[in-house]
């Protein structure tokens, strides 16, 4: 596992490894601790700066040997270890450190400067959401299947983040540094307020909702520039680059934040919409599906196959799941 920690923080990692790592993290605590104490010990060794150089061999051999000095001070001075953030009680959010580099040309020929900027990557895996606090205070949270990228420490006169996946913010205002959130085809900028953006790879559709305050989006397939309201919903076609807003009740589109969803003699209509908003599923129903019938309950850490077999039994429908499309039918 080792071996694959090292290509993680290198930023070789396949897909499948990634997912073994994931898995492996969930695990035990004290692999939590093994992946921390290498992450640390690979950034003081500089070897991901090394290995970009072709310097593998080297910097592995640092990496071992400050492991060796690392672990004799730890049962010498009872050196704690930093773990990894673990978020919420069934949530996996770590908290993995990624070193980026950039190369900056400086006023004279032929120079070059190399600063390093510690990245942060707050990732939910599937079935999963939790929340992390950014640098400057602000609250992101993150539903299943998402991940965030943000910095230590945002550089002066702006703040920005890249989303993938869903997520939701409660920004620090700071007029003298702007806040984005970056995805794959929008650009979302805010001074201080409160949003939901929705980007997953897998979907043709791409969302921001606005709770409160103001949003300009920004479109990165033609520079296309649209500021909210709150209230309103922008709904990105990634297919054709068009899009729409709409206007919503924007606070069902944060109802996945809750620690718990309670459902007081509502209409199973009612019910299922915010389902769709708290699993980030969607549903349909066949004709006889009693929609206007009204039923109480509470969700908090169910999963939606344990919901769905709950309201089978109450409701007496059935149901097919299909990857996050859910179809009832009357039974």
Request: hydrophobic fraction near 40%.
């Amino acid at each position: 596992m080792e071996d694959i920690i090292i290509k993680y923080l290198n930023q070789t990692a396949t897909e499948n490894e990634m997912r073994a790592l994931l898995e492996w993290l969930d695990e035990n605590i004290d692999n939590q601790r093994q992946f921390a104490t290498t992450r640390d010990l690979w950034f003081a060794s500089e070897a991901s700066v090394s290995s970009r150089y072709g310097e593998s061999a080297n910097a592995f051999s640092r990496f071992r040997e400050n492991a060796l000095a690392f672990e004799n001070r730890k049962s010498k001075n009872g050196i704690s270890i930093r773990l990894v953030k673990i978020a919420a009680s069934i949530a996996l959010l770590i908290a993995c450190s990624a070193m980026a580099f950039f190369i900056g040309k400086e006023s004279t020929p032929h120079t070059s400067q190399i600063v390093n900027v510690v990245m942060n990557q707050a990732i939910m895996g599937p079935g999963h959401k939790g929340s992390v606090t950014l640098p400057d205070g602000t609250l992101a949270w993150l539903n299943s299947n998402s991940k965030l990228i943000y910095p230590d420490q945002f550089e002066e006169g702006v703040r920005k983040v890249k989303l993938i996946g869903e997520g939701y913010f409660e920004v620090t205002p700071n007029v003298k540094a702007p806040f984005y959130v970056e995805t794959s085809d929008m650009s979302v900028k805010v001074l201080g307020t409160r949003f939901d953006v929705q980007n997953y790879e897998k979907k043709n559709i791409s969302e921001t909702v606005l709770l409160s305050g103001k949003v300009e989006v920004m479109m990165k397939s033609n520079g296309e520039r649209r500021v909210l309201s709150p209230n309103e919903k922008l709904s990105l076609d990634r297919q054709t680059n068009r899009y729409t807003v709409d206007r919503v009740d924007a606070a069902e589109y944060a109802l996945w934040t809750a620690e718990k969803l309670v459902f007081a003699d509502e209409r199973l209509s009612t019910i299922l919409r915010k389902m769709e908003r708290w699993y980030g599923i969607s549903i349909s129903c066949k004709q006889g599906v009693p929609l206007d019938s009204r039923y109480s309950l509470t969700i908090r850490n169910e999963s939606k196959e344990e919901i769905l077999k709950m309201l089978s039994i109450l409701v007496r429908i059935d149901y097919t799941i299909k990857d996050d499309t859910i179809v009832l039918y009357k039974i």
